[in-house]
């Protein structure tokens, strides 16, 4: 059975940093590109960051470049998103997600967490 388990959610001040964590089992992991997503209330939802499974490349969103970084740690099957100099646009909800596919664009991930909420006041 397939789990994707984000943890690491909370409040901030705008200009602070949060580490959200995913913790998956069920599949191969170090066969999967990983990624986050997040949706703001009444809104899509949007890609944040992708780590291909062969290589670590990285691919961000344009307004997290900079400031947010993705990792992943194979040896655990746990991916990471760093997320530093928060601002009040970037609440919402986080997901973490995952795709067999080597790509790094935002489309065809399989298997999805149940989400984190982040919220950065000003």
């Known amino acids: 059975q397939v789990q994707l388990v984000e943890s690491g959610g909370g409040l901030v001040q705008a200009g602070g940093s949060l580490r959200l964590s995913c913790a998956a089992s069920g599949f191969t992991f170090n066969s999967y590109t990983m990624g986050w997503f997040r949706q703001a209330p009444g809104k899509e939802r949007e890609f944040v960051a992708a780590i291909n499974r062969m290589f670590g490349i990285t691919y961000y969103l344009d307004s997290v470049k900079g400031r947010f970084t993705i990792s992943r740690d194979n040896a655990k099957s746990t991916v990471s998103l760093q997320m530093s100099s928060l601002k009040p646009e970037d609440t919402a909800v986080y997901y973490c997600?995952?795709?067999?596919?080597?790509?790094?664009?935002?489309?065809?991930?399989?298997?999805w967490g149940q989400g984190t909420q982040v919220t950065v006041s000003s």
């Open positions: 997600a995952s795709k067999r596919s080597n790509g790094l664009g935002p489309t065809g991930y399989e298997y």
